[in-house]
T-cell receptor, first 119, second 110 residues
Framework: DTGVSQDPRHKITKRGQNVTFRCDPI?????LYWYRQTLGQGPEFLTY????????KSRLLSDRFSAERPKGSFSTLEIQRTEQGDSAMYLC?????????????????FGPGTRLTVL | GIQVEQSPPDLILQEGANSTLRCNFS?????LQWFHQNPWGQLINLFY???GTKQNGRLSATTVATERYSLLYISSSQTTDSGVYFC????????????FGTGTRLLVSP
């Protein structure tokens, strides 16, 4: 059973550098979500995709952030000109296409996350 | 947007004790999930429970959607139950995004 995978698991970078994270969802899931979690808080929604279409973006996603899902499979999240405030855990989740068919539900399954530290 | 509150914020138990965690939400929901976040940050699905009652081993959950709350019960707690428990909901018209509470931090001591 292959779950959601994320790469890298940890990233340390200097302020001003660009970073890119990758998420591979569960194979039959067509919906993919990105969340961000800062210390002591619950995760907060950033954006989500249905297939390759980005359907919603949070106000948290500033112009320095961009997400793609070019072939409707894996997704990347890029942060340009990183700032210390970007330090957080970046979580990816996926959900199946049609909950309700074959006993499916709206359950979102999360990957292990990428922990970003900006020095 | 929908608000999610969890209580208590912190809980310390001795191994073998039982506990109840509560999640209140401010509006109707299409989805409610309970998660356990382990020390490495992984969110582990416990229950998908927008309404009704479910049980899985020592854990059970009940959601009373009409009264806008959910409860997570942990019986005979073990040290491996330590971590942060999150409740997350998708509000009606919430476009599928989960809104998380601030969590309950549980520490089970031997």
């Amino acid at each position: 059973d292959t779950g959601v995978s994320q790469d890298p698991r940890h990233k340390i970078t200097k302020r001003g550098q660009n970073v890119t994270f990758r998420c591979d969802p569960i194979s039959e899931h067509n919906r993919l979500y990105w969340y961000r979690q800062t210390l002591g808080q619950g995760p907060e929604f950033l954006t989500y995709f249905q297939n390759e279409a980005q359907l919603e973006k949070s106000r948290l996603l500033s112009d320095r952030f961009s997400a793609e899902r070019p072939k409707g499979s894996f997704s990347t999240l890029e942060i340009q000109r990183t700032e210390q405030g970007d330090s957080a855990m970046y979580l990816c989740a996926s959900r199946q296409l049609r909950p309700g068919l074959a006993g499916g539900t709206d359950t979102q399954y999360f990957g292990p996350g990428t922990r970003l530290t900006v020095l | 947007g929908i608000q999610v509150e969890q209580s208590p914020p912190d809980l310390i138990l001795q191994e073998g004790a039982n506990s109840t965690l509560r999640c209140n939400f401010s509006d109707s929901v299409n989805n409610l999930q309970w998660f356990h976040q382990n020390p490495w940050g992984q969110l582990i699905n416990l229950f998908y429970i927008p309404s009704g009652t479910k049980q899985n081993g020592r854990l059970s959950a009940t959601t009373v959607a009409t009264e806008r709350y959910s409860l997570l019960y942990i019986s005979s707690s073990q040290t491996t139950d330590s971590g942060v428990y999150f409740c997350a909901v998708v509000g009606v018209g919430g476009f599928q995004k989960l809104v998380f509470g601030t969590g309950t931090r549980l520490l089970v001591s031997p």
